[in-house]
């Protein structure tokens, strides 16, 4: 009887041991051209949207297929050696388009997959063009996504302090500006069990994470050969928010959910969004997105301007899009932005430079729909 039991108890932990869902590299996807394509809804009003996302432990069970929306967003890989910052972080063999795991900002998100875990080397700026750092941000030590294999019980943090030094013959009354970044997060894997959602069913590994960006800035000058340093304060902050993200092996991220902002219970019930796969699989090719692409233009502001003029538009859904500007002979004289761009409200500045006096227009362009705006340039 004895022998029986202890036979009994290896094999039950033995099974356990098989039924846990573990991430591996394999599961990580890196080939240029994949793409995953997402519902993604959004509260319509402050109270969020009604989600539940479950409890710790083995063996849980998620429903993901109910949704309120038709809003469809893509994540695309890139071949590495055709990003534009790739010189920067020669180490990336995953360049994705949707912003990452992190998704502080918008553009490319620059990450290396390896043996031992999964890293954020770097990311594209737009959507904090406020920052005068350029279009693009490296971490010096890489961020820990996650690290591999992983499976339920792994918890780990994010943490990195690191400083840009920006200097420009432009700023008045400093030769330098200090920005002081200030990257965290505490991240577990807290939960596996099966998911259901629009693209089928699947096994899956759940990552808890809370993570936070806050940006401080320090002017400085030199007076009589002293050192004068002016704290300027904080200048950015994404606030601590709180998210669920599902991974499935052989497949990747199937669903993320994110708190409303300042709710840090762990099984909150109202989110500030949701995202799930609504196609089983990450593929190479193209997918026709659920609904057209819509853009919506705002007037420029200034408008007539001398210098610079501020762009403001809005995309009803992810998509490949280019901002170009052209003179009153429909010439290309300036490429604003091309690439991929994500559901929402963008601005950006059209900074005029040499350009002379006169009648320019500016053109958003997707594959679908264009509009075309006037501006007048005065010297």
């Known amino acids: 009887m004895k022998y029986y039991l202890v036979f009994a108890t290896i094999v039950l932990l033995s099974t356990l041991a098989q039924s846990q869902v573990v991430i591996t590299p394999e599961d ?26 479950g409890e710790e432990g083995s063996n849980q069970e998620w429903d993901f297929v109910p949704g309120g929306t038709d809003v469809v967003v893509m994540d695309s890989l890139i071949n590495p050696e055709e990003a534009p910052h790739i010189d920067m972080v020669p180490n990336t063999n995953r360049v994705s388009s949707g912003g990452g795991m992190l998704a502080f ?4 998100s620059y990450e290396a997959v390896t043996d031992s875990g999964w890293y954020a080397l770097g990311m594209g700026m737009q959507g904090m063009e406020d920052l ?17 294999p992983a499976q339920m019980g792994d918890e780990w943090e994010m943490s990195t302090e690191f400083s840009y030094f920006v200097t420009s013959d432009t700023m008045q009354m400093m030769d330098t500006l200090q920005l002081d970044f200030n990257i965290g997060g505490d991240f577990s894997a807290d939960a596996w069990g099966t998911i259901q959602y629009p693209g089928g069913e699947a096994p899956a590994l759940r990552i808890h994470f809370t993570v936070g960006m806050w940006i401080e800035g320090y002017a400085i000058s030199w007076f009589l050969n002293q050192r004068i340093v002016i704290p300027l304060g904080e200048l ?56 057209p692409i819509e853009i919506n233009l705002n007037p420029a502001y200034p408008n007539p301007f001398n210098g610079q003029t501020r762009l403001t538009y809005s995309l009803n859904t992810q998509a490949d899009l280019a ?7 429909g010439r290309l004289v300036d490429q604003l932005f091309k690439g991929v761009q994500k559901r929402g409200e963008h601005s950006l500045y059209w900074q005029a430079g040499m350009m002379p006096s006169g009648t320019y227009f500016v053109k958003l362009g997707t594959p679908e729909n264009t509009k075309v705006q006037r501006v007048l340039l005065l010297k």
């Open 105 to 108: 900002g918008e553009g490319y």
């Open 236 to 291: 950015y902050r994404m606030d601590v928010s709180q998210n669920y993200l599902w991974f499935a092996p052989g497949i990747g991220e199937i669903a993320r959910v994110a708190a409303m902002p300042g709710d840090m219970e762990p099984n909150f019930q109202r989110a500030s969004s949701v995202e799930r796969r609504f196609v089983p699989g990450w593929g190479v090719g193209e997918i026709t997105p659920a609904v």
């Open 28 to 53: 990580i996807p890196v080939e240029p051209g994949t793409e995953s394509w997402n519902y993604l809804e959004t509260p319509e009003d402050t109270l969020g949207i009604r989600v539940e996302v």
């Open 323 to 329: 901002i170009s500007v052209y003179d009153i002979q």
């Open 132 to 148: 005068p750092i350029g279009d693009f941000l490296e971490f010096p030590d890489g961020l820990l996504l996650v690290p591999l």
